[in-house]
């Protein structure tokens, strides 16, 4: 089994900044390749969203509310990946899951970003 591990959220006044990271534990031995990690939210009452994604060839996209505010970047272990945000707003308030996608999709428990104005 793997496990995608999240850590980093919590509660920040508007204009304020959070890291997030998130590693694959567990059985990481089995994957044969990653194609992909990234970052997704879900606000109470809405779909879940993707916020930003980054390929194994370094390849990035964001959700347009995130550009320019957010990175989204992989460690050294290619099963990491964070996602630096700045310049935060409430209505960035929501649950972050991490994804991970290989031949399987893996993701996390969440952890949830408060940002109060």
């Known amino acids: 089994q793997v496990q995608l591990v999240e850590s980093g959220g919590g509660l920040v006044q508007a204009g304020g900044s959070l890291r997030l990271s998130c590693a694959a534990s567990?059985?990481?031995?089995?994957?044969?390749?990653?194609?992909?990690m990234g970052w997704y939210r879900q606000a109470p009452g809405k779909q879940r969203e993707l916020v930003a994604r980054?390929?194994?060839?370094?390849?990035?996209n964001y959700v347009d509310s995130a550009k320019g505010r957010f990175t989204i970047s992989r460690g050294n272990a290619k099963n990491t990946v964070y996602l630096q945000m700045n310049s935060l707003k409430p209505e960035d308030t929501a649950v972050y899951f991490c994804?991970?996608?290989?031949?399987?999709?893996?993701w996390g428990q969440g952890t949830q970003v408060t940002v109060s104005s």
């Open positions: 567990g059985s990481i031995f089995s994957i044969i390749s990653i194609n992909a």
């Open positions: 994804h991970m996608a290989t031949t399987t999709d893996y």
């Open positions: 980054i390929t194994s060839g370094g390849s990035t």
